[in-house]
């Protein structure tokens, strides 16, 4: 047999497992019309279903069988008579759906949830009726999936019903199997739908049910949604990525060549393993197009080698023979095994030249693992079972028995440690929505959420010791991370230590940071509008803003009033303020306008804002003059004569000709000052000049002279000043 045709052979079963066959809906609309059938006997329409599911479970025996052929007659009669819009019965599409399921190892209960899953919303058919006949767990499933009524929510129908199913995944994640299931029937078929409606369904899908299938785990469903996402919204580009496909398929294709020099080598190591080609899709390849810069593809491109192996170790032995045989790409490899993703996926990634210098993708991960990385939380079977039902292929089931591995994620491949059927991020997502005000702050939070695809683990720290682990969207700054531990009291969070030393709460933190967060016994803290440019996570934001909402500001309590300085004891507990400038009115809290930062010896005034605060600006303040010109009363406000050290903030700007290493070398002088930079950015560059500002941290009122003739010393930099118009641009 020719290299070609042996590697063929070997991939077919697992090119079927990941396309997900399509259904013949021609076939499914003849037997829909011939009827459920008489007595007990197993429905025409859904022998293949009942053949598909025993393959993938061969312990279904007659009581599921039954259960499902009882769902199909319901089913079946309550849609009879209904169409599709393509002219097909609608039976076919519970019947798709459920197919979709089980070609990708769903058991029973989902199965026979997907068969009712539109007999409640589209039938006389009521909730009650299914929990008589089919029980609670199925009854939730189906109402999990019901949408809600555009008669009685509106416009709000669409993001209320994904509510209510996020939260019903909350529970059972077969509820998000289902619907992502649905969706790419539903996608498969929507050809027969307006242009415009076409784009508005692709659009919701590419930002809501893409990601979420992204995060279950469940990558068949996700590769075949984004094709059809990426021919209904960029179809030219659609056009162009699959010629390229077609013209490779039909020249000389290296990979299999290249597979059976893999296959030689791991059968001289001795390894037993399977060695397949996975082509990538059409999205794929178009990635892959635009990381190289649109440069043309070779015929290594359009795939790669997928090695499965029994065990763990297994998988490292196959990768030392794979760089001790071959030249590996050292840059390509990447361990999700002893780091799986979020979404539960775990492999080997890597890279290797042939003997011709042809370079090959390798995937190697084991069976299990790779039943995982293709059905997600559905190759886990029923979440509320004690163990995975998920059945072992391949004499999986003898080797865990040997090992005493119950498989159900708490040990072994899945190194997870935690329920993986209840990831974290999913509990995040829901903890967050409650406190959604409305349906589109909501649709768009959920959006904003799903766009963070990976995740970081932070070691949460109080004191000298380790506290736990809080895992959090990467990107994720100290606020978020106040929020997420501490919720609402976040508001209370006055500082941060990021692995050992004092950082600001803008700060983004990365994977193995240790964290400790600085609260505010006293609860007179409050977040400022500014927290709001560091929040990027949905359950800050929402804090924030009622927060902002609920104390909202009287004229001259600037978004950027900065709160009272307070110094921060190395055992991270905050002290009474001890304010570096007085005010002649008795009792009055002090607090230094961010909107110009005085420092001593600025000539300083104050006006008295929200509860009684006096607020000190600068006298050049634009502030100042508006507050006066609309008849506020100044207060007297002094310096301290004792000033104590640290504590001073000052925001300044530094204008230059824009040119590489510009802001390394300011931030290289700030930091030879003994200055802390508590906040940076950049504005882009207009006819080569460039504007910076930092938000320093002074060690005492004299450095900021110092800085500034520092800052102006820099190659380029021609003006650097005092920052003072920052609020009147708001106004």
């Not at 049910?209 to 209904?232: H, T």
């Not at 560059?685 to 002074?698: A, F, G, N, S």
Request: hydrophobic share 40%; glycine share 8%; proline share 6%.
């Amino acid at each position: 047999m020719s290299a070609h045709n042996a590697v063929d052979a070997e991939r077919t079963t697992e090119d079927r497992r990941r396309s997900l066959r399509r259904i013949d809906l021609r076939r499914l609309s003849r037997v829909a019309l011939l009827g459920a059938g008489g007595g007990s006997r197993v429905p025409d329409a859904i022998e293949h279903l009942i053949k598909v599911h025993r393959g993938r479970h061969p312990e279904a025996g007659a009581a599921a069988i039954e259960q499902l052929r009882k769902a199909y007659v319901l089913a079946e009669s309550s849609h009879r008579g209904q169409m599709r819009k393509s002219g097909e019965p609608y039976i076919t599409h519970p019947l798709a759906v459920t197919l979709i399921l089980a070609e990708l190892g769903a058991e029973t209960t989902t199965l026979t949830a997907s068969l009712l899953h539109d007999t409640v919303e589209d039938t006389e058919v009521t909730l009650d009726q299914v929990e008589r006949e089919f029980g609670p767990e199925i009854c939730y499933l189906v109402d999990g999936v019901t949408k809600l009524e555009k008669v009685d929510y509106g416009a709000a129908a669409e993001p209320e019903t994904f509510r209510k199913m996020l939260v019903a995944t909350g529970n059972d994640v077969r509820v998000m199997s289902i619907k992502l299931a649905d969706r790419l029937h539903n996608m498969r078929t929507l050809g027969v739908m307006r242009p415009d409606k076409q784009a508005r369904i692709a659009k919701v899908t590419r930002d809501v049910l893409i990601p979420l299938a992204e995060r279950l785990g469940v990558q068949a469903l996700k590769s075949e949604l984004e094709d059809l996402v990426f021919a209904i919204l960029h179809p030219e580009e659609y056009a162009r990525t699959r010629v390229m496909i077609q013209e490779n398929a039909g020249g000389a294709d290296p990979l299999p060549g290249i597979a059976e020099q893999v296959k030689g080598v791991l059968r001289e190591a001795g390894i037993t393993a399977e060695v397949a080609i996975r082509p990538r899709h059409a999205v794929s390849v178009h990635r892959l197009l635009l990381k190289r810069g649109g440069k043309q593809l070779g015929g290594c491109d359009y795939g790669r080698l997928l090695v499965l192996v029994g065990e763990n170790a297994d998988c490292y032995a196959v990768l030392g023979e794979l760089h001790t045989c071959f030249i590996p790409v050292i840059a390509e490899f990447k361990d999700f095994i002893a780091g799986p993703k979020f979404n539960l996926y775990q492999s080997l990634h890597t890279a290797i030249a042939d003997r011709d210098g042809r370079i090959a993708e390798v995937l190697v991960r084991t069976r299990r693992m790779h039943r995982v990385a293709e059905a997600g939380v559905i190759a886990l079977g029923d979440p509320h079972a004690a163990t995975d039902t998920a059945p072992p292929a391949d004499g999986e089931r003898t080797e865990r028995a040997e090992r005493g591995d119950s498989g159900n994620g708490s040990t072994g491949e899945s190194g997870a440690g935690v329920d993986p059927t209840r990831p974290g991020w999913l509990a995040r997502l829901l903890d967050w929505q409650r406190a959604a005000p409305d349906p589109d702050t909501f649709w768009t939070a959920l959006r904003d959420d799903l766009a963070q695809d990976r995740e970081i683990t932070v070691v949460a720290a109080q004191g000298e010791e380790a506290a736990g682990t809080l895992r959090l969207p990467a990107g994720a700054t100290c606020v978020d991370a106040a929020y997420a531990t501490h919720g609402e009291a976040g508001h209370a969070c006055v500082g941060a230590r990021v692995n050992g030393r004092l950082a600001p709460l803008g700060t983004a933190l990365r994977d193995g940071d240790t964290l400790q967060l600085l609260m505010d016994d006293g609860d007179t803290s409050g977040p400022g509008r500014d927290w709001l440019e560091h929040a990027t996570t949905p359950a800050a934001r929402i804090a924030i803003t009622r927060w902002l909402t609920q104390h909202p500001a009287v004229e001259g309590d600037e978004p950027d009033q900065a709160p009272p300085v307070r110094p921060v004891h190395a055992e991270g507990a905050v002290p009474a303020a001890d304010p570096l400038a007085l005010a002649d009115l008795p009792g009055a809290t002090v607090r230094l306008a961010r909107c110009c930062t005085p420092v001593p010896p600025d000539r300083v005034t104050g006006f008295v804002i929200r509860g009684g605060t006096v607020a000190v600006h600068r006298v050049e303040c634009p502030s100042t003059a508006r507050m006066t010109a609309a008849g506020r009363a100044p207060v007297p406000v002094r310096w301290r004569e004792d000033q104590p050290a640290g504590g001073y903030r000052a925001t300044v700007l530094a204008e230059a000709l824009s040119r590489p290493r510009l802001l390394a070398d300011l931030t290289e002088v700030i930091a030879g000052q003994g200055v802390g930079i508590v906040s940076a950015a950049v504005e882009p560059p207009q006819e080569h000049r460039v504007r910076h500002t930092y938000t320093v941290e002074l060690p005492d009122a004299g450095a900021l002279s110092a800085l500034m003739r520092a800052m102006r010393a820099v190659p380029d930099v021609y003006d650097v000043y005092r920052a003072q118009l920052a609020v009147t641009a708001r106004h």
